[in-house]
């Protein structure tokens, strides 16, 4: 199975600062790399993912960054606010739609 | 469309016992796949349905299990319940392959 680490664990920023998020894996032949996020008592929600075949992809505030050969993909979340508070989980792809989801990191936006 | 519905929302249950949880999927989505999660955990992969034959399987115990049934409605079973066992259990669905997963809003597992 995909062996997946994700940091931080927390990370506190203050409202209109970034926020960096590090997802790393195993596998090699994962082609699909998604983010989720799960607000407090909520279901998790994908709020932007990317394929192998490109290294950058934005939707306003949010990015996504992929590595292939460093085999890391990272989340970056600009002019933070408020409501971006939520714990934030990255799910590779470890094999036909199995997603490995990391173990989250608790971003909070401090006003 | 509707979304993802998950039956009961909360459960008590004590050791020993068996537990059957139920997911219906988005209408049109054939794959559902089911996770624990508890705090620090993450969410864990425990299966994945598609078409009624379990596609992919999680490391999990003989004691989970699941099926899927014609409509895509899915139901997992956790059978001589441990207190390790109490988390949020949650299904997703999608149409298949490798999209977004529609979660549901979870089963709450208490085993005293």
């Known amino acids: 199975g995909e062996n997946v680490e994700q940091h931080p664990s927390t990370l506190s920023v203050q409202e209109g600062d970034s926020a960096v998020i590090k997802c790393t894996y195993s596998d090699s032949a994962s082609n699909y790399f998604p983010w989720y996020k799960q607000e407090l008592g909520k279901r998790p929600q994908l709020i932007i993912d990317?394929?192998?075949?490109?290294g950058e992809k934005k939707d306003q505030r949010i990015a996504v960054t992929l590595n292939k050969t460093a085999k890391h993909f990272s989340l970056h979340i600009t002019e933070t606010q408020p409501e971006d508070s939520a714990v934030y989980f990255c799910?590779?792809?470890?094999?036909?739609?199995?997603?490995?989801f990391g173990t989250g990191t608790r971003l909070t936006v401090i006003p | 469309k509707a979304g993802v519905t998950q039956t009961p929302r909360y459960l008590i249950k004590t050791r020993g016992q068996q537990v059957t949880l139920s997911c219906s999927p988005i209408?049109?989505?054939?794959?559902v796949s089911w996770y624990q999660q508890t705090p620090g955990q993450g969410l864990q992969f425990l299966f994945e349905?598609?078409?009624?034959?379990?596609?992919n399987k999680g490391n999990f115990p003989g004691r989970f299990s699941g099926r899927q049934f014609s409509n895509s409605r899915s139901e997992m079973n956790v059978s001589t319940l441990e207190l390790g066992d109490s988390a949020l259990y949650l299904c997703a669905s999608n149409p298949g392959g490798l999209n977004e997963q529609f979660f549901g809003p979870g089963t709450r597992l208490t085993v005293l």
């Open positions: 990317i394929r192998s075949n490109v």
């Open positions: 349905y598609f078409s009624e034959t379990q596609r």
């Open positions: 799910a590779p792809e470890g094999g036909a739609n199995n997603l490995f």
């Open positions: 209408s049109g989505h054939r794959s």
